[in-house]
């Protein structure tokens, strides 16, 4: 069974620094892997799709890469913004259909102005 | 496009009340589906369908009925409400094209 790891837990950063997330994964058959932003109380809005094929995409100031060989996603955003502040989960597709998704827990990321 | 929509926002139920959470796309995605979230335990899925007339269980079906008679409608039923069943509900679609998976506002249910 599918499992999805986020590590860290939880990180401040100052304004304007860069940062990696990152993401690990237990089943390498995956057909793709997300990235998402959800802000409190909010729904989750997809950020960044990897499709199995593909080693990494990238939208303005984030970039996120797969590794499926070893099981890791990382997302890098460039000169964090205080906007930025937000939980960000990943999730690999799970098993049943490739539209089910197994989440991380996530990392909530708080950038101080 | 209106994307994923849920009703209601907002709802308190009382142990053994049935209900149920409506869950609409515009999109004409084929996939649908229902996540629950909880602290500690992330999002997990509970139902799923690739299509209408189709659904299938996901992680966490149990107290849970789902059926799909269009391609837009996903409703999730509530057969007789629990405390255990105090979360966030998440409505997802996505098609098979490119599946980036596009998430509703949430339901925050409570039970007493």
């Known amino acids: 069974k599918q499992e999805v790891t986020q590590i860290p837990a939880a990180l401040s950063v100052p304004e304007g620094e860069n940062l990696v997330l990152n993401c690990s994964f237990t089943?390498?058959?995956?057909?793709?892997l997300q990235w998402f932003r959800q802000d409190p109380g909010k729904g989750l809005t997809s950020l960044l799709l990897?499709?199995?094929?593909?080693r990494e995409q990238t939208s303005g100031r984030l970039n996120a890469s797969l590794d499926k060989s070893s099981g890791r996603s990382t997302l890098y955003i460039a000169a964090s913004q205080p906007g930025d502040s937000a939980t960000y989960l990943c999730?690999?597709?799970?098993?049943?259909?490739?539209?089910?998704?197994?989440f991380g827990k996530g990392t909530k990321l708080s950038v101080k102005p | 496009n209106a994307g994923v929509t849920q009703t209601p926002k907002f709802q308190v139920l009382k142990t053994g009340q049935s209900m149920t959470l409506q869950c609409a796309q515009d999109?004409?995605?084929?996939?649908m589906s229902w996540y629950r979230q909880d602290p500690g335990m992330g999002l997990r899925l509970i139902h799923y369908?690739?299509?209408?007339?189709?659904?299938d269980q996901g992680e966490v079906p149990n107290g849970y009925n789902v059926s799909r008679s269009t391609t837009e409608d996903f409703p999730l039923r509530l057969l007789s409400a629990a405390p255990s069943q105090t979360s966030v509900y998440f409505c997802?679609?996505?098609?098979?094209?490119?599946?980036?998976?596009?998430f509703g506002p949430g339901t925050r249910l409570t039970v007493t």
């Open positions: 999730a690999s597709t799970g098993g049943g259909s490739q539209g089910n998704l197994i």
């Open positions: 089943d390498s058959a995956i057909y793709n």
């Open positions: 990897i499709q199995s094929s593909q």
């Open positions: 999109m004409n995605h084929e996939y």
């Open positions: 369908s690739v299509g209408a007339g189709i659904t």
């Open positions: 997802a679609s996505s098609t098979t094209g490119v599946p980036r998976t596009y």
